[in-house]
């Protein structure tokens, strides 16, 4: 066994040192190293002094740190067996390695456990994946607390750029100090959460969007989670994330295994735009995730907001209709089509077509979107059943409960509990023979109340089966239904991780289509996920989430950014607004694989209350930008925007595609470019940049550039 060994991207490397029989650990992660010779001359310079009043060995961070070696912060592992093997110090036994792969097997014959870790590097994007399992190899059970996947980062990272957010006010971010002690956030909630989402940035002060050493994390994994940011007394960095475990949760008996989800991490020397654009390029491009089934991604229209529950056949052929007309390609069916579905009280679990208001089942309305060109979507909330249903006056023992104790409902439901093989079967069942049934190209999958009391019939903590055995429902149904399309929703953007990114093809991002409030919500979305599954949709002004007016401008050049869809009923348009529209989805239509295939940036502002972003096609020969003034600008002659993603010695034609209609009493003069295409270098592009005229609140430019 070597003692150094690098793993290699195009872009970095990763040095994993192995210290005699120690867990192996990350010495380095960062910038490529080109020409360097790994040898004892390096273990001489990376040797640590042993400070007084220490233990007298150095306690390094290993890939799993362990107290029973004397590390004093968060453990990788925590358990216990009988009240014994609670500490560990495994023994390398085995480390295979190539330069993008790295499998460690490490044992612990005093606590009976084997350990494997795995590491893979991605060489186009520099991705690493890194997950790790446990198996009991005694014969006594092993109660396992905490698992922790643990990556190390340079120590001169001190800031953290956390991920926050409720419903309606999903993907939003903090900035952080991180000098000293352990930043700690739990996601109890059974799904990937609002409030407390797996992802996290760390690097140095002041790292911006196109500048600064940082490193990006997402973990994959679509329940409860742990996550861990520790400064060590020593100064070492650690990011930890786990699954967190509830009491009980995971016993191993003997020969069983645990395995982590896994964590996905990137490095960048350029800012967040690079950790960015490494994410969403990996999603792209690796196997694992499920592609688009269609050559385009399609205009959606939703009924949630036009009809909510209200379902009669002539207002939907009459939204079919209008839908078409403006060039919408999917209409998708929300809640309120099964059975006792008049409002949330009541039917989920009941997935039969409601005869009330289908009385010869969904062909018609089907049919009727077909003939105007239009594919079918429809919407299901699966894992769920409300309490008054069929199913749970059958079935009361199907959901994930406590005996003895009163559980609170969520939005009048209950979650059932999927480990439940008849229950599984049956939801199975339902969903696959509506899909069969009906001619159906598209799945809304909704998941709208968090866990609690997450018990299996047994008794059992039973969040990391349900998690399980949600994975499992998808993969059946896509496997069953290779032409569909699924969305994960939970209540908007309450799912949203790149393992439930393995079985769906889009994330309904939020419920809020205010665009002022969007803009936070997309730029959140954006860090990790790229901007072709983020599904966005014009809403009515005022919008129904928080009772803002927006103009028409505002809002569909906001939904342009991502996945174009309809929210706002259709059937109440004035025929000026439809002409509008008419023209908006055009262009989004012609722009739209850039939009969904280019690189996607966010530009660095003076002004706080400017967004700018944009896609750039990976031959830099074309981009768009939207220039987003959300409040009034702070100064009053704004800054110009510089845009350094394109090629310095291209000449580009910039073309403005939209402006707002009307320009208020701030501006006298307005900038000549507005009304007249120029021609410009990548260059002066990045250098000088094009001087903002005064924009108004809540109003955007769209901007194209195309090589000349
Ligand atoms: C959730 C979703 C909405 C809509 C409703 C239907 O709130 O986020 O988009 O589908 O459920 O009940």
């Not at 490397?13 to 360097?36: A, R």
Request: net charge negative; charged share 25%.
């Amino acid at each position: 066994m070597n003692e150094f060994n690098a793993l290699e991207s195009k872009n970095l490397t990763i040095i994993i040192h192995t210290n005699g029989t120690e867990i192996p650990s990350i010495i380095y992660w960062g910038k490529k190293i080109n020409n360097s010779i790994f040898d004892s001359n390096l273990s001489l310079a990376i040797k640590r002094p042993i400070p007084q009043a220490f233990l007298d060995e150095d306690v390094k961070v290993s890939l799993l740190p362990e107290e029973g070696r004397g590390f004093y912060g968060n453990p990788g592992l925590k358990g216990v067996s009988c009240r014994k093997s609670w500490t560990t110090q495994f023994q390398l036994q085995d480390m295979k390695f190539d330069s993008q792969n790295c499998n460690i097997k490490c044992i612990d014959k005093t606590a009976s456990l084997e350990l494997l870790i795995n590491l893979q590097l991605d060489y186009e994007t520099g991705v690493l994946q890194i997950s790790n399992s446990i198996k009991n190899i005694g014969s006594n059970e092993y109660d396992l607390h905490d698992f922790a996947v643990t990556l190390p980062v340079d120590r001169s990272s001190n800031e953290l750029l956390s991920f926050k957010g409720r419903w309606i006010h999903e993907f939003t971010t903090e900035r952080i100090n991180w000098n000293f002690g352990s930043y700690v956030r739990e996601n109890r909630k059974g799904r990937t959460s609002h409030d407390n989402i797996p992802y996290l940035v760390v690097g140095n002060k002041g790292f911006s969007e196109s500048k600064g050493e940082l490193y990006g994390f997402h973990f994959a994994w679509s329940g409860n989670n742990r996550l861990n940011a520790s400064v060590l007394s020593d100064g070492s960095k650690i990011v930890q994330f786990s699954e967190l475990l509830l009491p009980g949760e995971i016993v191993l008996g003997k020969n069983e295994t645990y395995h982590t989800p896994k964590l996905y991490a990137a490095y960048s020397s350029e800012g967040l735009n690079v950790m960015s654009n490494s994410f969403h390029t990996f999603l792209r491009n690796s196997d694992e995730f499920i592609k688009f089934k269609r050559k385009d991604r399609l205009v959606h229209f939703n009924t949630w907001e036009a009809v909510y529950f209200d379902h009669t056949a002539k207002t939907l052929n009459d939204l079919v209709d209008k839908a078409s007309d403006l060039g919408i390609e999917r209409f998708i069916l929300d809640d309120g089509w099964f059975n006792g579905r008049n409002g949330e009280k009541a039917g989920l679990g009941d997935w039969y077509v409601d005869k009330n208001k289908y009385p010869q089942g969904l062909n018609p309305l089907i049919n009727y979107v077909q003939t105007k060109g239009m594919e079918f979507g429809i919407w299901f909330e699966p894992e769920m059943v409300n309490s008054d249903s069929d199913l749970f006056r059958n079935h009361p023992d199907w959901v994930l409960q406590v005996s003895g104790y009163k559980q609170p409902l969520g939005r009048y439901q209950y979650v059932i509990d999927l480990s439940n093989n008849e229950a599984f079967n049956y939801i199975f069942e339902r969903v696959d023979c509506i899909l069969e049934e009906y001619e159906i190209g598209y799945v809304k999958w909704d998941m709208n109340r968090d866990l609690c009391q997450p018990g299996n019939n047994c008794g059992i903590v039973s969040v990391h089966s349900q998690v399980k055995y949600f994975y499992r429902l998808l993969k059946l149904l896509n496997k069953k239904h290779p032409d569909i399309e699924f969305e994960s929703c939970a209540s908007g953007g309450g799912r949203a991780d790149f393992e439930v990114l393995k079985y769906t093809n889009r994330i309904w991002t939020s419920d809020c289509n205010d665009p002022l409030e969007r803009h936070l919500i997309q730029k959140g979305f954006s860090y990790f996920l790229p901007q072709e599954i983020m599904g966005a949709h014009f809403g009515p002004s005022p919008a129904h989430t928080t009772m803002r007016e927006s103009s028409l401008q505002f809002r569909i050049l906001t939904s342009m950014i991502g996945h174009l869809g309809f929210e706002q009923n259709v059937l109440t348009l004035s025929d000026n607004e439809r002409k509008q529209l008419k023209e908006y989805i055009k262009l989004y239509k012609k722009y739209r694989n850039l939009i969904h295939n280019g690189d996607f940036f966010r530009l660095d502002t003076d002004d706080t209350n400017l967004n700018a972003y944009g896609v750039v096609s990976k031959d830099k020969n074309e981009a768009v930008l939207w220039i987003c003034q959300l409040v009034l600008p702070e100064f009053q002659i704004p800054e110009k925007v510089r845009i350094p993603y394109l090629n310095n010695n291209v000449e580009y034609i910039v073309n403005v595609l939209d402006k707002p209609e009307n320009m208020s009493f701030n501006m006298k003069k307005t900038t000549d470019w507005l009304a007249k295409n120029i021609e410009l270098t990548g260059e002066i592009l990045e250098k000088i940049g094009i001087q903002l005229p005064v924009m108004d609140p809540e109003s955007i430019i769209l901007i194209h550039f195309v090589a000349n």
